[in-house]
């Protein structure tokens, strides 16, 4: 009988990721990442369910992860400071788990199957996000703005903390995203003022 191998797990993931690399995802087969990592399919049933879970294991408790985040916020943020102050919080949770791998971004870049999972995720963080800001006391409007744009914001946040092996913490990563959208929409906000402060011509 063989023995459990305490990182059976990782081995698996190493050995898929390079040879999702190596050959293009779609070209890879579940016993191509047994045969690499040196275990069985038994083994990896145990940890995945397929070959794309490799890449995508446990996303599908993210968007309930989020939303519980943003709900737990203080309750006297407004719900844009309470958006991003559960991104920080799950941010910080994400660091501790998921390993920081640029890898997985270009694989799934080069694979349209693996780009309309990852949009399905996403657009499933964005409903449960939208609507846990109606509960803090948003329209449904800006509700689904604002989901929109934190939904951006920890994509782009995720995006940096990965290609960024030595760099900070993710939490830094989601400030920098979200004061970099602040600076950008900053020239309307000007605009308007001037609108609101300016003459009306004869």
């Given at each position: 009988?063989?023995?459990w191998?305490?990182?059976?797990?990782?081995r698996?993931?190493a050995?898929a990721?390079?040879l999702?690399?190596?050959?293009?995802?779609?070209?890879v087969?579940?016993?191509?990442?047994?045969?690499?990592?040196?275990?069985?399919?038994?083994?990896?049933?145990?940890?995945?369910?397929?070959?794309?879970?490799?890449?995508?294991?446990g996303?599908?408790?993210?968007?309930?992860?989020?939303?519980?985040?943003?709900?737990a916020a203080d309750?006297r943020?407004?719900?844009?400071?309470?958006l991003?102050?559960?991104?920080?919080?799950?941010?910080?949770?994400l660091?501790?788990?998921?390993?920081?791998?640029?890898?997985?971004?270009r694989?799934?870049?080069?694979?349209?199957?693996?780009?309309?999972?990852?949009?399905?995720?996403?657009?499933?963080?964005?409903?449960?996000?939208?609507g846990?800001?109606?509960?803090?006391?948003?329209?449904?409007?800006?509700?689904?703005?604002l989901?929109d744009?934190?939904?951006?914001?920890?994509?782009?946040?995720?995006a940096?903390?990965?290609?960024?092996?030595?760099g900070?913490?993710?939490?830094?990563?989601?400030?920098?995203?979200?004061?970099?959208?602040?600076?950008?929409?900053?020239?309307?906000?000007?605009?308007?003022?001037?609108?609101?402060?300016?003459?009306?011509?004869?």
């Open positions: 009988m063989p023995r191998d305490p990182e059976a797990e990782n698996l993931r050995a990721l390079a999702f690399l190596e050959r293009g995802y779609e070209n087969t579940v016993t191509d990442i047994t045969d690499r990592a040196g275990l069985t399919r038994r083994t990896f049933s145990r940890y995945f369910a397929d070959k794309r879970d490799v890449l995508f294991a996303s599908d408790r993210l968007p309930a992860t989020i939303a519980r985040a943003v709900r309750a943020l407004t719900p844009a400071e309470a991003l102050a559960g991104l920080a919080d799950v941010g910080t949770v660091a501790e788990h998921a390993p920081r791998s640029p890898e997985r971004r694989i799934v870049a080069g694979s349209a199957e693996l780009q309309e999972r990852e949009r399905t995720k996403y657009a499933a963080v964005t409903d449960a996000v939208a846990t800001l109606r509960a803090r006391g948003a329209t449904d409007t800006a509700a689904r703005l989901a744009v934190g939904v951006a914001v920890f994509k782009t946040a995720f940096r903390w990965t290609e960024e092996p030595d900070a913490d993710f939490p830094v990563y989601i400030q920098d995203a979200a004061a970099e959208l602040t600076g950008a929409l900053a020239p309307i906000s000007a605009a308007r003022r001037v609108a609101e402060i300016a003459p009306v011509p004869p």
